[in-house]
C-alpha cells in the first residue's frame, strides 16, 4: 500500500512521549534525533525507536516539504469538489489513477456527502487551471455529474495535526 494513503483500522494507542514528539516532527521534521531527544527530554534511543514505530504502525505516513508555490512562479491554488455518476470499482480506479498521474494536480481525496472527490490545483493563472479541469472533463464526460471550485487566497493554519491527539 501506498505509504501517502490513510490507513485504517484500531486506534492506536500513543502516549504523551508519543505526542511531543510528533509535534516536534511536525514542527520541522528535519531536526536530528538528538536535538528531537533533547526537546522531548528523553533518550536518544528511545526517540529513535519510538519514531520508527510511529512509522511502522502508519501514525507517521511520510515526511515531506510544504512548498511555497507563489515563489515557484504557480500563485494558483485551489480546490475542485467533483460529484461523480456512480462508477464500479474498476472505472473509479481509472479515474483516481488519472487525476494521481497529473503534475497539477497537488492533492487527491474522495469525501463523503455532495462531493465524491476534492482536488488541489496548483496553477500559474486561471487559463492554465481550466486547461486541467477540461482536459478532466472532457476524459470523464460521462463520470463527472457536477464541479466546483473555490480557490485559495492565504492559508492561516496548515498540518498541526499534533494537537488533536488524545494521550
Request: charged share 30%; hydrophobic share 40%.
Amino acid at each position: 500500500m501506498d505509504k501517502s494513503r490513510i490507513k485504517f483500522g484500531e486506534k492506536v494507542k500513543l502516549d504523551k512521549n508519543d505526542k511531543n514528539i510528533i509535534e516536534v516532527l511536525q514542527n520541522n521534521a528535519r531536526l536530528p534525533i538528538t536535538k528531537i531527544a533533547k526537546k522531548v527530554r528523553m533518550p536518544v534511543d528511545s526517540v529513535k525507536y519510538r519514531i520508527q514505530r510511529l512509522e511502522k504502525i502508519g501514525v507517521i505516513r511520510f515526511y515531506h516539504a510544504v512548498i511555497n508555490f507563489p515563489l515557484l512562479g504557480t500563485p494558483m491554488y485551489a480546490y475542485t469538489m467533483l460529484s461523480l455518476f456512480a462508477m464500479n470499482e474498476q472505472e473509479e480506479n481509472k479515474f483516481i489513477n488519472y487525476l494521481v498521474s497529473q503534475p497539477k494536480i497537488t492533492w487527491v481525496s474522495k469525501t463523503t456527502g455532495k462531493w465524491d472527490f476534492i482536488i488541489g490545483t496548483c496553477t500559474k493563472d486561471f487559463k492554465d487551471y481550466d486547461e486541467i479541469i477540461r482536459s478532466l472533463r472532457l476524459k470523464f464526460a460521462k463520470s463527472i455529474k457536477d464541479f466546483e471550485t473555490i480557490s485559495t487566497i492565504e492559508e492561516y493554519k496548515y498540518d498541526v495535526m499534533h494537537e488533536i491527539i488524545d494521550t
